[in-house]
């Protein structure tokens, strides 16, 4: 899995809790995926480990992670 210098050194170290294959999971089956303005792909997909939905942003190419974090606001 690529990921951004910025996902790994600012991402994960504010949220030491996140894990790769649940970002990985994510991507290759979201519940939603969405691309924004820039480009940018936003993947969804629930985490029963931490009970929450996660959101990962990759870049263009839908592959390399740029940040991950666990979305409040969410509704399947």
Do not use: A, S
Request: glycine fraction near 4%; aromatic fraction near 14%.
């Amino acid at each position: 899995m690529k990921m951004t210098r910025y996902f790994k050194e600012q991402v994960l170290r504010k949220r030491p809790y996140i894990k790769i294959e649940w970002c990985e999971r994510v991507i290759e089956r979201p519940l939603r995926r969405e691309t924004q303005q820039d480009n940018r792909i936003k993947f969804w997909g629930y985490i029963p480990e931490i009970g929450k939905y996660l959101r990962v942003i990759t870049l263009e190419d839908g592959e390399t992670i740029h940040n991950c974090f666990p979305d409040r606001d969410f509704k399947e």
